[in-house]
Each structure stands twice: as C-alpha cells, then as structure tokens.
C-alpha cells in the first residue's frame, strides 16, 4: 500500500492529469449493459429462486411491472431507461470520488468539462 507522500511524489512526477488517466484505466468498465439486464431481469433478482426465475423466463414476462420484458414500465426498476440513468449517476459518483481524493491529496479540484 502507497502513503499519501509516496503518491503526491508520483502526481509530481507525472503530473495531475496523467495520474487520473492512470486511475481511471485501472477500472474495470466491464460491466452489463443496461439492455442486457433489462432483457433478462428475472437473473439480476437475488430474491427470486431457481424455480421462480425458470417460471418467469418463460413466461416471457417482468417480475416486477409483469408486462413483457421488451416493453417494461417506464417506472420498472428493470427498464433499460430506469438502469442507464442508474449507471450514469454511478460514472457522475465515480468523478466525484476521484476529485475529493485528489482535493485531499494535492489541494487542487479537477475541473468538469
């Protein structure tokens, strides 16, 4: 594990904006597209059983809004418009994040473009 020295010495070498490319590329962005989960709720509930699951799937239907799975209520937690704006609040709190840990770091916040 790096200290808080050992880090601001390599933001002084590299420079500030170096340093958040090299966070950000140590992300994963391997994450399920919100279509994907939408298509498939009934694998993304840890509520439901096997058997529950299998019901569903093929029944064709949300468990949830019970209306097919290609046309989810809008207010679904399982539509793909309600899970995208849930991944774009996710990327916004992830900026957040590294500008409060650089603020602690070096004093600076990184503008938002």
Request: proline share 3%.
């Amino acid at each position: 594990m790096t200290t808080k020295e050992e880090v601001l010495e390599h933001i002084q070498d590299i420079g500030i904006h170096r340093y958040i490319k090299e966070l950000l590329a140590d992300h994963d962005y391997g994450e399920l597209s919100p279509d994907d989960v939408s298509r498939n709720p009934w694998l993304y509930d840890p509520a439901l059983t096997d058997e529950e699951r299998m019901f569903w799937k093929l029944k064709g239907d949300c468990h949830l809004c019970r209306i097919s799975v290609r046309y989810h209520k809008d207010d679904c937690c399982f539509s793909s418009t309600q899970l995208m704006y849930e991944q774009m609040n996710r990327h916004d709190q992830g900026i957040e994040y590294i500008n409060k840990y650089i603020d602690a770091l070096v004093g600076t916040k990184i503008k938002h473009v």
